[in-house]
T-cell receptor, first 114, second 109 residues
Framework: EAGVTQSPTHLIKTRGQQATLRCSPI?????VYWYQQALGLGLQFLLW???????NRGNFPPRFSGRQFPNYSSELNVNALELEDSALYLC?????????????FGPGTRLTVL | KNEVEQSPQNLTAQEGEFITINCSYS?????LHWLQQHPGGGIVSLFM???GKKKHGRLIATINIQEKHSSLHITASHPRDSAVYIC???????????FGTGTRLQVTL
C-alpha cells in the first residue's frame, strides 16, 4: 500500500511569489497535517485538515493557507514568500481525527526562497 | 520552557554501544511518538505509545506517564542508526504533534 506522497520534492521560488505544495494521504486516512522544519529549527505544526475542514492551525501568518479536497488530498499554499519560508514542509496523515492516532509522514517538499 | 525537551542534543557512540535518548514533557498527553529523521529529511515513525514499553528489533521505547518522561533505547548500535531522533507528543485535546528539538546520533565504527 502506498504511503503518504508529496509533490514536488523540491521547489525554488523567489521572494514575493506563491508556492503550492501537495500531499496525498494514505488510502483511508481522513486527516492531513502540515509541518514546517526550517533550517536549524525543530518541526512546527502548521495546519490540520480533517474531512475537508481546517481543524487547527499553528502560529503562522495568514499567508500560509491550505485546503483538503473530497479525496482527502491536501494543498498548502504560501503567499508572498519570504526568505525565512525556506524550509522542509512535511505532510502527515492519520486514520481519523482522534487525538493520539499514529501519524504517517511523507518524504517532504524542500522549499527554497531566493 | 519548551513543552517537549530532549536530551542529549548530540550523541556520538561506537558501534555496539547501548544508547539512551530521553524526552520530558510538561503537558497532559494522549500519546508520545518517537520519530527518526535521516539526512535528506524523510521521517519514519518508530513508536507511538501511551503507556508502558514497546520493542521493535533493537529499539525499545518506554514511557512513565506519572513522571512525564520517555526514553528511547538502541541496543547494539550500528552506523546505520545514525540519524536525528525526535520525540513528539499529542495532547489530550489536539491531534497536532508538538516536537522536541531532536537528538542527533552518530554511530561510528
Amino acid at each position: 500500500e502506498a504511503g503518504v506522497t508529496q509533490s514536488p520534492t523540491h521547489l525554488i521560488k523567489t521572494r514575493g511569489q506563491q508556492a503550492t505544495l501537495r500531499c496525498s494521504p494514505i488510502s483511508g486516512h481522513t486527516s492531513v497535517y502540515w509541518y514546517q522544519q526550517a533550517l536549524g529549527l525543530g518541526l512546527q505544526f502548521l495546519l490540520w485538515y480533517d474531512e475537508g475542514e481546517e481543524r487547527n492551525r499553528g502560529n503562522f501568518p495568514p499567508r500560509f493557507s491550505g485546503r483538503q479536497f473530497p479525496n482527502y488530498s491536501s494543498e498548502l499554499n504560501v503567499n508572498a514568500l519570504e526568505l525565512e519560508d525556506s524550509a522542509l514542509y512535511l505532510c502527515a496523515s492519520s486514520l481519523g481525527s482522534s487525538a493520539g492516532l499514529e501519524q504517517f509522514f511523507g518524504p517532504g517538499t524542500r522549499l527554497t526562497v531566493l | 520552557k519548551n513543552e517537549v525537551e530532549q536530551s542529549p542534543q548530540n550523541l556520538t557512540a561506537q558501534e555496539g554501544e547501548f544508547i539512551t535518548i530521553n524526552c520530558s514533557y510538561s503537558v497532559g498527553i494522549s500519546a508520545l511518538h518517537w520519530l527518526q529523521q535521516h539526512p535528506g529529511g524523510g521521517i519514519v515513525s518508530l513508536f507511538m505509545l501511551s503507556s508502558g514499553k514497546k520493542k521493535h528489533g533493537r529499539l525499545i521505547a518506554t514511557i512513565n506517564i506519572q513522571e512525564k518522561h520517555s526514553s528511547l533505547h538502541i541496543t547494539a548500535s550500528h552506523p546505520r542508526d545514525s540519524a536525528v531522533y525526535i520525540c513528539a507528543v499529542a495532547t489530550r485535546t489536539a491531534s497536532k504533534l508538538t516536537f522536541g528539538t531532536g537528538t542527533r546520533l552518530q554511530v561510528t565504527l
